[in-house]
């Protein structure tokens, strides 16, 4: 069982660009989660969605979108990237009481 | 709005050492809490979590936490720290208020010295 894969590992982006980061997970969670990680700030929830087809806002939602077809996917779109979108991103899940959640690897975006 | 504080954004014990991790929290109804660790370049691990019952948690890799609701607080204990246990440490906070969404404090980075 892989948990939560991210990919890709890392990327270097020019501005403008469209990047779509993808998150699978095979332990069947209905909720599923994407995080940025700053130095000194923590992690802050971008967008989440609590099942297949549904979707939400977090505290930095702005300039990302994500969408949720089925159940395993939960990739997050940055339309036009800008300089300060490069962060670290983490995909999260959570399990059947929507309590614990698990972490992918990360994906470390550089944006020029 | 819930949220966490993490008042120590870098300890340094020795090896061999007690170790203690503070974290407080605020969150209007019962809260569910966790302790995440995050070695550098990696994803978050989950170390412990707290839902209900007994207030001292025990976790993965000898770590312990204590949820004492009339401090809000749930500090990370360790009674003996390995070098391995280098590492940056984050407390989170969430409930059904919250609809299980996380809030995450800025996380404690912790050095242990040989």
């Known amino acids: 069982i892989a948990g939560i894969t991210q990919a890709p590992t890392s990327q270097i982006l020019a501005a403008g660009r469209r990047m779509t980061l993808r998150c699978t997970q095979d332990m069947r969670h209905n909720a599923m989660y994407w995080y940025r990680q700053d130095l000194g700030l923590g992690l802050r929830l971008i967008h989440y969605?609590?099942?297949?087809?549904?979707?939400g806002k977090g505290e930095v939602p702005d300039g990302y979108s994500v969408s949720r077809a089925n159940t395993d996917d939960f990739p997050l779109t940055l339309a036009s990237a800008v300089p300060s979108q490069t962060s670290v991103y983490f995909c999260?899940?959570?399990?059947?009481?929507?309590?614990?959640?698990?972490f992918g690897p990360g994906t470390r975006l550089l944006v020029l | 709005a819930q949220s966490v504080t993490q008042p120590d954004i870098h300890i340094t014990v020795s090896e061999g050492a007690s170790l203690e991790l503070r974290c407080n929290y605020s969150?209007?109804?019962?809260?569910?809490l966790f302790w995440y660790v995050q070695s550098p370049g990696q994803g978050l691990q989950l170390l412990l979590k707290y839902f209900s019952g007994d207030t001292l948690v025990q976790g993965i890799k000898g770590f312990e936490a204590e949820f004492k609701r009339s401090q809000s607080s749930f500090n990370l204990r360790k009674p003996s720290v390995h070098w391995s246990d280098a590492a940056e440490y984050f407390c989170?906070?969430?409930?059904?208020?919250?609809?299980?969404?996380?809030?995450f404090g800025k996380g404690t980075l912790l050095t242990v010295n040989p």
């Open positions: 969605s609590n099942t297949a087809g549904t979707t």
């Open positions: 989170a906070v969430g409930g059904r208020g919250s609809n299980y969404k996380l809030t």
């Open positions: 999260a899940s959570s399990d059947s009481q929507g309590k614990t959640q698990y």
């Open positions: 969150y209007g109804a019962t809260p569910y």
